[in-house]
């Protein structure tokens, strides 16, 4: 099983814990967009119609704003009620929300997964259990995942490498998405070999891949080949073409030419 399938499975593993623990938790919860009907019993008064701003708060008489994003509406009855007790408002105050026209909370999937597009998102998810129900990273996807989202009208991004957060049992990385979250999986990176090299062509580059490994993927050299005055073609970061001289033990890096010349004895 290569690296790829079992990044892939390993995924899939997670999508399915997500899935489970968001079974149990049915309770949707609140982002910007959503609309609320706040009752609190006896004082018509504080009856209020409300809407979550794109900060992730709401404004409700007496109290001002209150940052509610992310919680679940009995969440936020019990943080209005706490609130009103706490600062000697009304005594006890029994809150409820009737009535909640929750946006269709949307997250996209772009890039080297089994099935792009939108899927809906209830609840709480996190980015394994999203990758899990695009289906995995494909064949060709990498193990590097962007994830852009919008805060207060700035566009944030951020890289996730996956395979590390998978290696290192560090979970820190495997963020929780929200409505409208741009999830991209970056392609594989490939080097390309050759020359008097079995199987030329190009090839996916795996972690920390030597020259040695390379040329043991292309196939291994041909009768004709020879190791000696091994050459890489790489660009520097300016974009500037460069002929390396190589050796076996070198590190290979993304979009490196390989060649292998032909030995002369």
Same mark, same amino acid.
């Given at each position: ?44 008064? *504080? ?8 900060? %992730? $708060?709401? #404004? ?5 704003? !209150?940052? +509610? ?93 996956? *395979? ?8 820190? %990385? $495997?963020? #929780? ?5 741009? !999830?991209? +999986? ?36 041909t009768l004709r080949g020879t190791e000696r005055g091994l050459r890489i073609q790489r660009r520097d970061a300016e974009g500037n073409l460069q002929i390396l001289n190589a050796n076996s033990s ?16």
């Amino acid at each position: 099983m290569n690296k790829t399938k079992a990044l892939a499975l390993i995924i899939l593993f997670f999508g399915i814990i997500g899935e489970s623990n968001v079974t149990a938790a049915k309770e949707s919860v609140l982002s910007p967009g959503d609309t609320l009907k706040i009752f609190v019993y006896g004082h018509p008064d *504080l009856t209020t119609d409300t809407k979550v701003s794109e900060s %992730g $708060n709401i #404004t409700f008489p007496l109290l001002g704003e !209150i940052l +509610v994003n992310g919680l679940s509406q009995s969440a936020v009855e019990r943080k209005i009620a706490n609130l009103l007790e706490s600062r000697d408002i009304i005594r006890k105050p029994q809150v409820n929300i009737l009535a909640a026209s929750l946006q269709s909370q949307m997250i996209s999937v772009l890039g080297y997964v089994r099935n792009q597009g939108r899927y809906p998102i209830e609840g709480k998810r996190s980015l394994t259990d999203v990758l899990a129900m695009a289906g995995g990273i494909n064949l060709d996807g990498g193990e590097m995942v962007t994830l852009i989202r919008y805060d207060d009208n700035k566009s944030i991004k951020e890289t996730i490498d996956v *395979l590390e957060m998978v290696r290192s049992g560090n979970l820190a %990385g $495997n963020v #929780t998405v929200r409505s409208d979250d741009l !999830i991209y +999986v970056e392609r594989a990176p490939r080097f390309y070999i050759y020359g008097e090299v079995q199987r030329a062509g190009a090839y996916r580059l795996e972690r920390n891949m030597t020259v040695i490994q390379a040329l043991s993927v292309g196939g291994g050299l041909t009768l004709r080949g020879t190791e000696r005055g091994l050459r890489i073609q790489r660009r520097d970061a300016e974009g500037n073409l460069q002929i390396l001289n190589a050796n076996s033990s070198d590190l290979v890096q993304p979009d490196d030419v390989i060649y292998i010349k032909e030995s002369l004895f």
